[in-house]
């Protein structure tokens, strides 16, 4: 029916910057709300950045200005733009979206998740 799909992950020291993209696919009638969210071992998943329904964006605080969400609408894409990355940034990140379907159904979506390491 509809899968997020994310990419752009992979192990970085600290201080450097990686570039996250979801795609989302599938029977998409819209998109309402689109963001990242992260889960590190041990700890609970935490939002990260998104989209809210009307376009506005919000950040966790631990970004302090480091990272970026932005998105190509007619790609159905949103990418997560991560600069400054600390050690403690390392977790699996996962894509989540608001998706309403061709049939009209408007519910959460989970990606798979991409694993982002920083160490040096």
């Known amino acids: 029916q509809v899968q997020l799909v994310e990419s752009g992950g992979g192990l970085v020291q600290p201080g450097g910057s990686l570039r996250l993209s979801c795609q989302a696919s599938g029977s998409i009638n819209s998109i309402r709300a689109m963001g990242w969210y992260r889960q590190a071992p041990g700890k609970q998943r935490e939002l990260v950045a998104g989209f809210t329904s009307t376009g506005n964006t919000n950040y966790a605080d631990f970004v302090k200005g480091r990272f970026t969400i932005s998105r190509d609408i007619a790609k159905n894409t949103v990418y997560l733009q991560m600069n400054s990355l600390k050690p403690e940034d390392t977790a699996v990140y996962y894509c989540?979206?608001?998706?309403?379907?061709?049939?009209?159904?408007?519910?959460?979506?989970w990606g798979q998740g991409t694993q982002v390491t920083v160490s040096s």
């Open positions: 989540n979206a608001v998706i309403k379907t061709t049939q009209l159904m408007t519910l959460p979506y």
